[in-house]
T-cell receptor, first 114, second 109 residues
Framework: EAGVVQSPRYKIIEKKQPVAFWCNPISGHNTLYWYLQNLGQGPELLIRYENEEAVDDSQLPKDRFSAERLKGVDSTLKIQPAELGDSAVYLC????????????FGQGTRLTVV | EDQVTQSPEALRLQEGESSSLNCSYTVSGLRGLFWYRQDPGKGPEFLFTLYSAGEEKEKERLKATLTKKESFLHITAPKPEDSATYLCAVREDGQNFVFGPGTRLSVLP
């Protein structure tokens, strides 16, 4: 069974440009997370979806970041406009749902803003 | 505020030299403690889930244990392929995973 799939793997953009990341979770997983990971640090939550509903977006910088999960499956995270400080790895994860189940991560998208 | 700390920040071992990594947490309503392994350029890979104090889980050379305030990841007779960053995370009442900063493990042949 395929794991969490993310694309692209790498992205280099100039500051002030828009960028989008895509995630396809494990089939049947209702909960989807977007995390940000800076070098040498642990992942930090940006947003959590339960099906198509964003149930926790308190850490998402809403002035420039947006996310959607249409039909409760795939998800897209967008940054517009990108800033130099947005350079990081963006990780998508999914889990079966509410409860104690573990989350499984994709390979991540490494964003470099120049 | 929920917090997860890990120590040491980095650890260098000789092959076969056993050691332990620590994860300390403060969280209201623990709903699981999770260990992940992360290789450079890859996403975290799930290793273990622990739910209650006294619980232990084992996988090959790794054993995870849990108390009310911390968890240990014991590595017995490590090999170079065990070199990675080990992340600890807790899941709290709000359902989110809160991660620690990780421990970078290097096992030298």
């Amino acid at each position: 069974e395929a794991g969490v799939v993310q694309s692209p793997r790498y992205k280099i953009i100039e500051k002030k440009q828009p960028v989008a990341f895509w995630c396809n979770p494990i089939s049947g997983h209702n909960t989807l997370y977007w995390y940000l990971q800076n070098l040498g640090q642990g992942p930090e939550l940006l947003i959590r979806y339960e099906n198509e509903e964003a149930v926790d977006d308190s850490q998402l910088p809403k002035d420039r970041f947006s996310a959607e999960r249409l039909k409760g499956v795939d998800s897209t995270l967008k940054i517009q406009p990108a800033e130099l400080g947005d350079s990081a790895v963006y990780l998508c994860a999914s889990s079966l749902g509410a409860g104690n189940t573990e989350a499984f991560f994709g390979q991540g998208t490494r964003l470099t803003v120049v | 505020e929920d917090q997860v700390t890990q120590s040491p920040e980095a650890l260098r071992l000789q092959e076969g030299e056993s050691s332990s990594l620590n994860c300390s947490y403060t969280v209201s309503g623990l709903r699981g403690l999770f260990w992940y392994r992360q290789d450079p350029g890859k996403g975290p890979e799930f290793l273990f889930t622990l739910y209650s104090a006294g619980e232990e889980k084992e996988k090959e050379r790794l054993k995870a244990t849990l108390t009310k305030k911390e968890s240990f990841l014991h590595i017995t007779a490590p090999k170079p392929e065990d070199s990675a960053t080990y992340l600890c995370a807790v899941r709290e009442d709000g359902q989110n995973f809160v991660f620690g900063p990780g421990t970078r493990l290097s096992v030298l042949p």
